[in-house]
């Protein structure tokens, strides 16, 4: 098996993996700010997942834009988390 094989079969995983923790998240926890900025900071890794890949240097399509974009916001979500605790 091809590493790049892997790589994918690992990175849809942890993007189904993170989706599923999300929209749990949200169903239970959805009415705390607390809860919805644990799943929206889910939805940013999983963004992060999805466009994150070493050694890749062409350059940015503007479909993927806010998929980079949200998992770039995932570093307030991550600051804004702790104080609210």
Not at 31 to 54: E, K, P, Q, W
């Given at each position: ?8 079969a690992l990175r849809g ?73």
């Amino acid at each position: 098996m091809l590493l790049s094989t892997i790589d994918i079969a690992l990175r849809g995983a942890i993007v189904a993996l993170l989706l599923v923790l999300a929209a749990s998240l949200f169903r239970g926890f959805g009415t705390v700010l607390s809860g919805r900025l644990a799943a929206a900071f889910a939805l940013g890794s999983a963004a992060h997942a999805v466009s994150y890949s070493i050694g890749w240097t062409s350059p940015v399509s503007p479909a993927l834009a806010p998929v980079i974009a949200l998992s770039t916001g995932n570093v307030v979500v991550f600051w804004l988390r702790p104080r609210l605790v």
